[in-house]
C-alpha cells in the first residue's frame, strides 16, 4: 500500500524558492515513479515534472523547466521537488503521485496514488 504526505508549502515572494517533500509511509516505494502535479483556482490538475522509479530519468513541463528540479531518496522514500524563481503563476495546490513500474509518466491517468496536496502561494 502507497500512501503519500506532502509538506513544504507556504507563501513565498516572487522570485523566490519552496523545496516540497512527498513521504511514503509504504515499503514499496522504489517501485514507483513519481510525479508533481499542481491545480491552480479555477483550472484543471496539469503534470508538472516526473522522475522514473530509480531516478535515472526525468522529465518536465515547459512551464518549469530550468526551474523546478526533481529528486528522491529511496532510501527515505521521499520525492522532492525544488522550486527556484517562483511566479505568481506557479500559485496551486501540488500533489505527488504514484505509478507503479513506471518510467517517464505525464498523464494524470498513469499515476495510482496520490497525495493529499500541499498549497504553494507566490506573492507578485
Known amino acids: 500500500q502507497v500512501q503519500l504526505v506532502e509538506s513544504g508549502g507556504g507563501l513565498v515572494q516572487a522570485g523566490g524558492s519552496l523545496r516540497l517533500s512527498c513521504t511514503d509511509s509504504?515499503?514499496?516505494?522504489?517501485?514507483?515513479?513519481m510525479g508533481w502535479f499542481r491545480q491552480a483556482p479555477g483550472k484543471e490538475r496539469e503534470f508538472v515534472t516526473t522522475?522514473?522509479?530509480?531516478?535515472?530519468?526525468?522529465y518536465y513541463a515547459d512551464s518549469v523547466k530550468g526551474r523546478f528540479t526533481i529528486s528522491r531518496d529511496n532510501a527515505k522514500n521521499t520525492v522532492y521537488l525544488q522550486m527556484n524563481n517562483l511566479k505568481p503563476e506557479d500559485t496551486a495546490v501540488y500533489y505527488c503521485?504514484?505509478?507503479?513500474?513506471?518510467?517517464?509518466?505525464?498523464?494524470?491517468?498513469?499515476?495510482?496514488?496520490w497525495g493529499q496536496g500541499t498549497q504553494v502561494t507566490v506573492s507578485s
Open positions: 522522475i522514473s522509479w530509480g531516478g535515472a530519468r526525468t
Open positions: 503521485a504514484a505509478a507503479y513500474r513506471g518510467v517517464i509518466k505525464t498523464s494524470q491517468n498513469e499515476y495510482d496514488y
Open positions: 509504504g515499503r514499496t516505494f522504489s517501485n514507483y515513479a
